[in-house]
């Protein structure tokens, strides 16, 4: 029995892991999932967006190659006095550059923007190192960094120089304008014109494109970059997954509290049997008892089935309880076999999921032999419905119960069903009379009829008949007269636990006589007599 429970605890215990962790992971995977779909979107959308910026700027720096060839040209046949009203035209009609120079073996022969006089070495070497370079204006605007471009044909040069915020304009149109970097060279430039050390700036996160044709760079630093901007959306949807999350969890435990509260006090050995005895009708002498469910709650003091068996029953718990209460009568009943009328009727309440179980009738087999041979009567209390509704193994598994010494009892009987056929069908050792029909007896002359009916109906099938929840002398006297064999209710005694039973035991069951006066009942005309 222990090690049912255990297993029963067991793989309850296995399956609320599995099923929080299944849960766990699809949750985590939902969150991964879509935090890296977005994240993976992201990043397709910011590598587009840097095409778009390269491809920009390749575009405008093709564009200038024109000019400045045209104006290398120029100055190869005439002089800077005739050129230089050209060469201010030029760099007037262009939107993007701001002075266009001319050079021959590294000298400047013409320029739109510097003086002769500043044609010296100093000005050709800043602006000429590279052939793109992203330089702090000496003289263009003091303030704003410059990006010059310079082209070589022979002995011959041309350089240009413009606003770097015209290529950080083009990188601050795109999705990530506040986290975008131009790089020419080694020099870092952000899309707010501030020029930066490079180890400000690189981290895993950054995301880096260069062009094909020209020696520049774009980054996107993805650290810098906020959940809002990356997507509103995917916040909401986390938000959303872990509030079902933590709901799902909420009502899990919640919804299992119970099961788990029924579970904890089997195996804390709760559950308790109380004995009612079942009366001889002949003589008032004890035949046995009814095992009946009590829940010793170490908080609520003692709770009654009507509160317990339904969860039970419902949480598949019905079974290790029935095991559990069977094992304990068994030690009970055995302690005190000498004090029990032999043979000793002993009723089980089983449920109808119970008989589908393989084992049920080993653990008859095994009550049975807790006791010396012929000393108990063991029955089973099946209810009514399960006849009524019975799968095709029942006839078998009665001539098994059968076959190893089990008597059947049918319980409640009377209580919904007009159908009897089943009794005919089934071989059935008792019949328990339910306490309603009882409750009626002298009510009206229907009513009456009605248990009447049950009686001979029992009789002419052989049946016993235990007459349940007797209160009162009439119906005793009453069920008596009509021959009904067994008693149980509390007018002997309610169900007790086994300390209680043991000092009935040991008494002679209180006799009760018929009532001294002759009671009279008028159902209508008629007159009945009970003596
Ligand atoms: N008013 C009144 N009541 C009387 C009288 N004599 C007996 N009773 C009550 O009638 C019920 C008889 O049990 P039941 O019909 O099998 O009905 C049982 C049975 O269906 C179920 N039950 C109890 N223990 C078990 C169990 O171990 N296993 C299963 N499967 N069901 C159980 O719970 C039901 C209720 O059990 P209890 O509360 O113990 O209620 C018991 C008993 O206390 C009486 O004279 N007057």
Known sequence: MHNLLSEIRYSTVKLTIFVLTLFFLITLTTIFYNYYRLDSNYKKQVASDATLVINQIDHILDEFNLPMYAAIEELKSSSCDIQEYNLKRVVESSQWFRSLTVLNNGE??????????????DI??????????LL?????????????????RGDWSAFITMHASTFLNILSSTHLSNHGYLIINDDWINTQDQMLSNNRVINDNLLMFAS??????IAFDLNTVTWSEKSIVSYFLLAIILFASFVISLLYIFLTAPRRNFQQALLRNELIPYYQPVISAADQKWCGVEVLARWQHPKKGLIMPGQFIGLAERSKLIIPMTKQLMKIVAENLLANINCLPNP?????NIHSSHLQHHDLIDDCKNFLATFPPNTITLTIEIVESHFVESTNNLPTLLNEFHKIGVTVAIDDFGTGYSNFGYLQKYKIDHLKIDRLFVSRICNTPSETHLIETIISLAKKLNMDLIAEGVETIEQLHYLTRQGVEFIQGFLFSKPIPLNEMLVLLTKPMKRIKPPMIIHQLSFDKKIVKII
């Open 108 to 121: 400047i022969i013409c320029s739109s923007f510097f003086e002769p006089n500043q044609y010296n070495s």
């Open 124 to 133: 050709v070497g800043y602006y000429t190192k590279q052939k793109l370079s």
């Open 136 to 152: 702090s204006s000496k003289f263009l605007a003091p303030q704003m960094p410059i990006i010059s471009y310079r082209i070589i």
């Open 212 to 217: 094909d044709k020209y020696p520049f760079k």
């Open 344 to 348: 000793f009727y002993i009723g089980f």
